[in-house]
Protein backbone atom coordinates (compact mmCIF):
# COMPACT_ATOMS: atom_id res chain seq x y z
CA UNK A 1 0.00 0.00 0.00
CA UNK A 2 0.60 3.31 -0.51
CA UNK A 3 1.87 5.76 2.46
CA UNK A 4 1.76 9.50 3.07
CA UNK A 5 3.96 10.99 4.89
CA UNK A 6 3.18 14.54 5.80
CA UNK A 7 5.78 16.99 7.60
CA UNK A 8 6.02 18.78 9.76
CA UNK A 9 3.76 17.10 12.18
CA UNK A 10 2.92 20.72 14.27
CA UNK A 11 3.89 24.32 13.58
CA UNK A 12 3.83 28.00 14.71
CA UNK A 13 3.76 30.92 13.24
CA UNK A 14 2.95 34.48 13.57
CA UNK A 15 -0.81 35.77 11.94
CA UNK A 16 0.89 37.30 8.43
CA UNK A 17 3.11 34.63 7.93
CA UNK A 18 3.37 32.15 5.11
CA UNK A 19 2.95 28.45 5.96
CA UNK A 20 4.00 25.41 3.83
CA UNK A 21 3.01 21.88 4.84
CA UNK A 22 4.51 18.96 2.71
CA UNK A 23 2.81 15.69 1.69
CA UNK A 24 4.68 12.56 0.30
CA UNK A 25 3.59 10.00 -1.27
CA UNK A 26 5.39 6.55 -1.24
CA UNK A 27 4.60 5.53 -5.17
CA UNK A 28 3.21 8.23 -7.89
CA UNK A 29 -0.51 8.62 -7.15
CA UNK A 30 -1.41 10.85 -9.92
CA UNK A 31 -1.95 14.39 -8.42
CA UNK A 32 -5.33 12.32 -6.86
CA UNK A 33 -4.18 14.42 -3.58
CA UNK A 34 -6.57 17.01 -1.19
CA UNK A 35 -5.90 18.89 1.79
CA UNK A 36 -8.50 18.41 4.75
CA UNK A 37 -8.70 21.45 7.29
CA UNK A 38 -10.12 20.14 11.05
CA UNK A 39 -10.80 22.60 13.48
CA UNK A 40 -11.06 21.15 17.27
CA UNK A 41 -14.29 19.48 17.83
CA UNK A 42 -15.37 19.39 14.00
CA UNK A 43 -15.96 17.47 10.81
CA UNK A 44 -12.93 17.78 8.20
CA UNK A 45 -13.83 19.81 5.31
CA UNK A 46 -12.29 19.17 1.92
CA UNK A 47 -9.58 22.27 1.04
CA UNK A 48 -8.36 21.25 -1.87
CA UNK A 49 -8.40 18.41 -4.52
CA UNK A 50 -6.47 16.99 -7.89
CA UNK A 51 -3.51 18.89 -6.06
CA UNK A 52 -4.23 22.08 -6.36
CA UNK A 53 -8.07 22.73 -7.33
CA UNK A 54 -9.50 25.28 -4.72
CA UNK A 55 -12.89 23.84 -3.35
CA UNK A 56 -15.82 26.34 -3.91
CA UNK A 57 -16.27 28.97 -0.67
CA UNK A 58 -12.39 28.41 0.24
CA UNK A 59 -10.20 31.40 0.64
CA UNK A 60 -7.53 32.29 -1.38
CA UNK A 61 -4.35 32.44 1.01
CA UNK A 62 -5.06 28.46 0.65
CA UNK A 63 -2.89 26.91 -2.52
CA UNK A 64 -1.98 23.50 -3.24
CA UNK A 65 1.28 22.35 -5.33
CA UNK A 66 2.77 19.06 -6.62
CA UNK A 67 2.77 16.39 -8.70
CA UNK A 68 4.10 12.74 -8.57
CA UNK A 69 4.95 12.02 -5.14
CA UNK A 70 5.76 15.39 -3.65
CA UNK A 71 2.64 17.89 -2.83
CA UNK A 72 2.95 21.02 -0.90
CA UNK A 73 -0.35 23.12 1.05
CA UNK A 74 0.62 26.87 1.42
CA UNK A 75 -1.40 29.14 3.58
CA UNK A 76 -0.09 32.58 2.42
CA UNK A 77 -0.90 34.94 5.08
CA UNK A 78 -1.96 32.62 8.65
CA UNK A 79 -4.90 34.13 9.68
CA UNK A 80 -6.42 33.20 13.66
CA UNK A 81 -9.38 31.02 11.80
CA UNK A 82 -6.83 28.91 10.18
CA UNK A 83 -5.59 27.25 13.90
CA UNK A 84 -6.56 23.81 12.86
CA UNK A 85 -5.30 20.12 12.16
CA UNK A 86 -4.57 19.45 7.86
CA UNK A 87 -4.25 16.70 6.44
CA UNK A 88 -3.18 15.32 3.40
CA UNK A 89 -5.66 12.50 1.52
CA UNK A 90 -4.69 10.33 -1.73
CA UNK A 91 -8.02 9.18 -3.43
CA UNK A 92 -6.52 7.35 -6.45
CA UNK A 93 -7.44 4.27 -5.52
CA UNK A 94 -8.15 2.21 -2.56
CA UNK A 95 -6.79 2.35 0.30
CA UNK A 96 -7.48 6.15 0.92
CA UNK A 97 -4.81 6.70 3.08
CA UNK A 98 -4.56 9.90 4.89
CA UNK A 99 -1.11 11.74 6.02
CA UNK A 100 -0.67 11.82 9.96
CA UNK A 101 -1.39 15.50 9.98
CA UNK A 102 -0.47 18.85 10.72
CA UNK A 103 -1.24 21.12 13.58
CA UNK A 104 -0.76 24.64 12.75
CA UNK A 105 -0.74 27.14 15.58
CA UNK A 106 -0.83 30.70 16.46
CA UNK A 107 3.05 32.17 18.02
CA UNK B 1 -27.96 20.48 -0.48
CA UNK B 2 -26.04 17.43 0.22
CA UNK B 3 -26.43 15.86 3.53
CA UNK B 4 -24.75 13.22 5.66
CA UNK B 5 -26.71 12.32 9.27
CA UNK B 6 -25.43 10.00 11.34
CA UNK B 7 -26.92 7.88 14.17
CA UNK B 8 -26.16 8.77 17.87
CA UNK B 9 -23.21 8.46 20.23
CA UNK B 10 -23.04 4.99 21.73
CA UNK B 11 -21.27 3.23 24.69
CA UNK B 12 -20.62 -0.80 24.25
CA UNK B 13 -18.67 -3.21 26.04
CA UNK B 14 -15.53 -4.87 24.78
CA UNK B 15 -16.65 -7.58 22.87
CA UNK B 16 -19.91 -6.08 21.31
CA UNK B 17 -20.55 -4.67 18.18
CA UNK B 18 -22.04 -1.26 17.09
CA UNK B 19 -23.66 -0.66 13.93
CA UNK B 20 -23.76 3.52 12.64
CA UNK B 21 -25.68 4.52 10.06
CA UNK B 22 -25.31 7.52 7.79
CA UNK B 23 -28.55 8.84 6.27
CA UNK B 24 -27.83 10.58 2.58
CA UNK B 25 -29.86 13.46 1.44
CA UNK B 26 -29.84 16.13 -1.55
CA UNK B 27 -28.06 13.98 -4.41
CA UNK B 28 -28.67 10.54 -6.21
CA UNK B 29 -27.23 8.05 -3.80
CA UNK B 30 -26.40 5.21 -6.03
CA UNK B 31 -23.94 7.52 -8.23
CA UNK B 32 -21.44 7.94 -5.42
CA UNK B 33 -19.86 5.90 -2.87
CA UNK B 34 -19.21 6.23 0.90
CA UNK B 35 -16.15 5.65 2.71
CA UNK B 36 -16.05 5.68 6.40
CA UNK B 37 -13.47 7.34 8.88
CA UNK B 38 -12.21 7.35 12.18
CA UNK B 39 -10.69 9.53 14.63
CA UNK B 40 -9.45 8.52 17.68
CA UNK B 41 -9.35 10.80 20.78
CA UNK B 42 -6.24 13.28 20.18
CA UNK B 43 -5.28 11.62 17.17
CA UNK B 44 -5.67 12.10 13.48
CA UNK B 45 -7.61 10.51 10.51
CA UNK B 46 -8.05 6.52 9.83
CA UNK B 47 -9.14 5.04 6.66
CA UNK B 48 -11.54 2.34 7.60
CA UNK B 49 -13.20 1.53 4.25
CA UNK B 50 -15.13 2.11 1.51
CA UNK B 51 -18.67 0.79 0.00
CA UNK B 52 -20.12 1.19 -3.49
CA UNK B 53 -23.87 3.17 -3.15
CA UNK B 54 -24.07 1.61 -7.28
CA UNK B 55 -23.43 -2.02 -6.35
CA UNK B 56 -22.49 -3.02 -2.90
CA UNK B 57 -18.93 -3.31 -3.39
CA UNK B 58 -16.37 -2.93 -0.64
CA UNK B 59 -13.22 -2.66 0.19
CA UNK B 60 -11.59 -2.75 3.59
CA UNK B 61 -8.10 -2.27 5.02
CA UNK B 62 -6.16 -5.48 5.65
CA UNK B 63 -6.33 -4.09 9.55
CA UNK B 64 -9.98 -4.31 9.62
CA UNK B 65 -11.25 -7.10 7.64
CA UNK B 66 -12.90 -9.66 9.47
CA UNK B 67 -14.75 -6.97 11.94
CA UNK B 68 -15.96 -4.51 9.58
CA UNK B 69 -19.09 -4.72 7.13
CA UNK B 70 -20.21 -1.86 5.48
CA UNK B 71 -23.79 -2.20 3.57
CA UNK B 72 -26.23 0.46 1.91
CA UNK B 73 -29.91 0.33 1.32
CA UNK B 74 -30.65 2.33 -1.33
CA UNK B 75 -34.18 2.12 -0.55
CA UNK B 76 -33.59 4.93 2.06
CA UNK B 77 -30.40 6.66 1.28
CA UNK B 78 -28.18 4.98 3.72
CA UNK B 79 -25.54 3.59 4.63
CA UNK B 80 -24.27 1.27 7.66
CA UNK B 81 -20.89 0.02 9.07
CA UNK B 82 -20.70 -2.24 11.58
CA UNK B 83 -18.00 -2.71 13.89
CA UNK B 84 -17.77 -5.98 16.17
CA UNK B 85 -15.72 -7.37 18.71
CA UNK B 86 -14.68 -4.04 20.27
CA UNK B 87 -11.65 -3.12 21.81
CA UNK B 88 -11.19 -0.05 24.11
CA UNK B 89 -8.77 1.64 21.19
CA UNK B 90 -11.72 1.64 18.69
CA UNK B 91 -12.92 4.30 21.33
CA UNK B 92 -13.42 7.37 18.54
CA UNK B 93 -15.13 9.36 16.27
CA UNK B 94 -16.61 7.52 13.63
CA UNK B 95 -17.55 9.14 9.99
CA UNK B 96 -19.01 8.87 6.81
CA UNK B 97 -18.62 10.73 3.32
CA UNK B 98 -19.22 10.73 0.18
CA UNK B 99 -17.15 9.96 -2.57
CA UNK B 100 -17.33 10.40 -6.23
CA UNK B 101 -15.28 8.63 -9.15
CA UNK B 102 -11.84 10.24 -9.60
CA UNK B 103 -13.86 12.80 -6.77
CA UNK B 104 -12.21 13.14 -2.99
CA UNK B 105 -14.29 12.61 0.04
CA UNK B 106 -16.32 16.00 -0.29
CA UNK B 107 -19.37 15.89 1.89
CA UNK B 108 -18.87 14.20 5.87
CA UNK B 109 -21.25 13.27 8.36
CA UNK B 110 -21.27 15.21 12.00
CA UNK B 111 -19.50 12.05 13.49
CA UNK B 112 -20.75 9.53 15.55
CA UNK B 113 -19.10 9.05 18.94
CA UNK B 114 -18.46 5.27 19.82
CA UNK B 115 -17.13 4.65 23.15
CA UNK B 116 -16.04 1.11 24.30
CA UNK B 117 -15.72 0.41 27.71
CA UNK B 118 -16.20 -2.10 30.55
Known amino acids: DIQMTQSPSSLSASGGDRVTITCRAS??????LAWYQQKPGKVPKLLIY???TLQSGVPSRFSGSGSGTDFTLTISSLQPEDVAAYYCQKYDGVPLTFGGGTKVEIK | QVQLVQSGAEVKKPGASVKVSCKASGYTFTNYGIIWVRQAPGQGLEWMGW????????HYPQKLQGRVTMTTDSSTSTAFMELRSLRSDDTAVYYCARKGEARPPDYWGQGTLVTVSS
Open chain 2, 51 to 58: ISAYNGNT
Open chain 1, 50 to 52: AAS
Open chain 1, 27 to 32: QGINNY
